[in-house]
């Protein structure tokens, strides 16, 4: 299994980017897929999951009505649409794949079977 992010970048504060995960090796339609984010010195956090068979979607609060997560059936990919950026969005955002619910995947990081190998975000002021 492989998933390759990318899409990362510099962007000014208020500005937006599109992260990309091309899904290879598993059946995209089975898993439920997120993308979480680990700044500096902090923990790795949950940020957006979406569980392909039901289409629900699961956002932390703090990216609520900024980030939106979608898929590509065709490509097997999944992307996180990023707009209205703030300098706290500054990290190394990973993509996953796991076989739980969207909330599932949110709350407990362990559920994440599959993970790329990030792509980073800078946010300036």
């Known amino acids: 299994v492989q998933l390759v992010e990318s899409g990362g970048g510099l962007v000014q504060a208020g500005g937006s980017l599109r992260l990309s995960c091309a899904a290879s090796g598993l059946t995209f339609s089975s898993y439920t897929m997120g993308w979480f984010r680990q700044a500096p010195g902090k923990e790795r956090e949950f940020v957006a999951t979406?569980?392909?068979?039901?289409?629900?979607?699961y956002y932390a609060d703090s990216v609520k009505g900024r980030f939106t997560i979608s898929t590509d059936n065709v490509k097997n990919t999944v992307y996180l649409q990023m707009n209205s950026l703030k300098p706290e969005d500054t990290a190394v955002y990973y993509c996953a794949a796991g076989l739980s619910s969207a909330q599932g995947m949110a709350v407990n990081l362990r559920l994440s079977i599959y993970w790329g190998q990030g792509t980073q975000v800078t946010v300036s002021s």
């Open positions: 979406i569980m392909r068979s039901t289409g629900s979607t």
